[in-house]
């Protein structure tokens, strides 16, 4: 036990989910292991976690997690003298994630006219000819091959990528417009102080009011009631990736073990390894 530590879940075998608790002091090696604890429900993690002392718990003064709002009920009770941070990658992807909802919905909606026009070139005894933008793709294809230059920012962008993304949003407007909006939210995380960075997610939050992609406005109301939390990070910029690296190597270490047929024994070997 340790004054900082991280709640994450994996699933095992099967999609079988366990909760794992665990020092950041250790990144991710030898005494990284505090719990781990079969199944993601709240109060079955609280009734696990009250097995350590009192005192430890007491002792506990940051604990990083994602939105996971069973996570954060157990570990307010379990550690009720520590602040909660709320993983600055989890907030990120939920933004970017809106992002590619609305590259997806397009893609499906030229998959579909594409499939339309193949139709009707049939049954008019035609052969269906593709339309090809000027850097090769068809639009399906521009839409598909456009997934990750969306995840980075434009100083980033290969050449190519810089080609593709001038086609992708002059096609399709709206879609400039949402990376614009996940480029600013993303800036927000440079900020060095709780006060500033409230108030630039606030400015954020108030522009998608009138903003016309749902997924945008999910995200924002998930920021906003998570806004506490997340303004946690701007204290000590505490992040879960200890916790990822340590769920990485659990992954590496089934894979080499061909998955996992004995539980209890995989778990045993955890215990050793990383406990």
Partial sequence: ????????????????????????????KKKSLVAIINGTESNKITEVLSKISEQKRNDVTEITLDMARNMESAAKISFPNSKLVTDRFHVVRLVLDALQHLR?????????EENKAIEEAKKEGKK?????????????????????????????????????????F??????????????????IYE?????????????????LKNFEVNTFNTAAKSIEYNMENILNFFINRSTNAHAE???????????????????????????????
């Avoid at 839409?143 to 980075?152: E, F, H, T, V």
């Avoid at 002059?170 to 800036?187: C, G, I, Q, T, W």
Wanted: charged share 30%.
């Fill in 1 to 28: 036990m340790t004054s900082k530590l991280s709640i994450d879940e994996l699933a095992l075998s099967q999609g079988e989910l366990y909760t794992f608790v665990t020092s950041k002091e250790a990144k991710g």
């Fill in 104 to 112: 997806i919905k397009y893609r499906w909606e030229a998959i579909e």
């Fill in 128 to 168: 269906y000819q593709f339309e090809v933008l000027s850097n090769g793709d068809t639009l399906k294809q521009l839409l598909a091959r456009s997934r990750y230059l969306l995840y980075k920012f434009e100083a980033s962008w290969t050449p190519s990528q810089q080609r593709r993304a001038a086609l992708l």
């Fill in 170 to 187: 002059e096609k399709f407007p709206l879609l400039e417009k949402a990376y614009d909006k996940s480029v600013k939210f993303r800036y």
């Fill in 191 to 207: 900020e060095n102080n709780r006060q500033s960075a409230h108030k630039r997610f606030t400015e954020w939050i108030d522009e």
């Fill in 245 to 275: 690296s340590f769920n990485s190597k659990i992954k590496q270490f089934r894979a080499n073990q061909r998955g996992v047929r004995d539980i209890k024994f995989f778990l045993f070997r955890l215990e050793k390894l990383f406990s």
